[in-house]
């Protein structure tokens, strides 16, 4: 089945750790996104890609880093610059067709990252 | 100013009655549209996807958009317990551009 997969679904930081999301997709989608969600609010953008080997600042940038080697991946890193890392963080990717039409997108399942 | 507003509720409603959720946007340059449902602890799972202004009917479910006013809508006919979640609205460009969320809103259906 087509989807995305997020791992781990749990992951715990010591403080002035750096720790990587894994986000994969084989949906063949071009664009793929980084959120941050905390209790209670809604989806904050962290990073997206549009294509491999280009992607941009969202708007919560600070303290974390991505890279798109590969169309099919987006691993996030948290690194010890955030502050404050412990959320829920959402993958999600969207496929532009040649049209320049959008498709509706798609959401990982999650992880979810303390600080410990 | 947010792009996207939706207000966060709670909005609880009795079993079988019609939820009524809405967004508003700033970005006329938005002209894709989606509904969500995030359950808790959940990724948001998608409900409704729309283009063009007007009526999209799926079940009991029934998605409006409005691009003059930038104003988009989403209904639950029927509603019933297990409806209870926080529903987000997202909207992108046709320039390819940021997948932008309003801050969901929390529905309760009390049985």
């Known amino acids: 089945d087509g989807g995305i997969t997020q791992s781990p679904k749990y992951l715990f930081r010591k403080e002035g750790q750096n720790v990587t999301l894994s986000c994969e997709q084989n949906?063949?989608?071009?664009?793929m996104y980084w959120y941050r969600q905390d209790p209670g609010q809604g989806l904050r953008l962290i990073y997206y890609?549009?294509?491999?080997?280009?992607?941009q600042k969202g708007d919560i940038a600070e303290g974390y880093s991505v890279s798109r080697e590969k169309k099919e991946s987006f691993p996030l890193t948290v690194t010890s610059a955030q502050k404050n890392p412990t959320a829920f963080y959402l993958c999600a990717s969207t496929h532009q067709s040649k049209t320049g039409i959008n498709t509706e997108a798609f959401f990982g399942q999650g992880t979810r990252l303390t600080v410990v | 100013q947010k792009e996207v507003e939706q207000d966060p509720g709670p909005l609880s409603v009795p079993e079988g009655a019609i939820v009524s959720l809405n967004c508003t946007y700033s970005n006329s340059a938005f002209q894709y549209f989606m509904w969500y449902r995030q359950y808790s602890r959940k990724g948001p799972e998608l409900l409704m996807y729309?283009?063009?202004?007007g009526n999209k009917e799926d079940g009991r479910f029934t998605a409006q958009v409005d691009k003059s006013s930038k104003y988009i809508s989403l209904f639950i006919r029927d509603s019933q317990p297990s409806d209870s979640a926080t529903y987000l609205c997202a909207m992108i460009s046709d320039s390819w551009g940021k997948l932008q969320f309003g801050a969901g809103t929390q529905v309760v259906v009390t049985p």
């Open positions: 949906l063949n989608h071009d664009a």
């Open positions: 890609s549009q294509i491999v080997n280009d992607f």
């Open positions: 729309t283009y063009s202004s």
